[in-house]
């Protein structure tokens, strides 16, 4: 008897789907679901059309699940076709507002992060994160995001972004050295020394 298809990878799944088992495309969306949710909160910084937004996102790729090269990544393809739907979404709601919750390990050393006896109120490390990121430009934005947060890889990144690997590092390093650029030296200036 055949692999359950639990245990079958993205890219043979969507074979099935391309020769005509379309019921199949529901295992990939239970995969995925959740990500995108999340992937689209941390970018669109909206509650009330996240899933509409994220359903359209499955639209999309349901449409056009029969032009996927299965020789690529699925995972990276349907990051590609939800950062098109994202953008648009921006661009429909003149939304500028990337997440309303960041990780502070991404800025924070690890002990400062994970740590509450260090004193520091982490709520209102948050917040200023939060007012920050919404002043970094999108190109710095979703890279760390895609990095960071959806634990991407450079190279997935750079196929979704259709950007460079070496351009994904770049970003990387500098949407952080402008965050920690908006929030000021004072804190960093306390805890690196």
């Known amino acids: 008897m055949g692999q359950k298809t639990s245990e079958k990878a993205d890219e043979e799944i969507v074979q099935m789907v391309q020769l005509g088992n379309f019921e199949l495309f529901g295992e990939l969306v239970k995969r995925y679901e959740a990500k995108m949710k999340r992937y689209a909160r941390k970018f669109l910084n909206i509650t009330e059309d996240i899933e509409d937004v994220v359903q359209e996102v499955f ?5 056009n699940i029969k032009s996927f090269n299965l020789e690529k990544k699925f995972s990276s393809w349907l990051y590609r ?11 429909k709601h003149k939304r ?11 800025l924070l050393p690890y002990s400062v992060a994970k740590n509450d006896d260090t004193g520091i109120d982490l709520e209102r490390i948050r917040q200023a994160i939060d007012k920050c990121l919404d002043k970094l430009e999108i190109k710095y934005r979703e890279p760390i995001i895609l990095y960071y947060l959806e634990e991407l890889s450079y190279k997935e990144i750079a196929d979704i972004l259709r950007i460079p690997i070496s351009t994904v ?4 390093k500098r949407g952080r050295e402008k965050l920690k650029k908006l929030m000021g030296n004072k804190f960093y200036d306390q805890n690196y020394r």
Request: no cysteine.
């Open 169 to 172: 590092g770049i970003r990387l």
């Open 96 to 106: 500028r507002k990337v997440f309303s919750f960041f990780e502070l390990d991404i």
């Open 81 to 91: 076709i939800a950062h098109n739907e994202f953008v648009n979404a921006l661009k």
């Open 59 to 63: 639209i999309k790729t349901y449409q």
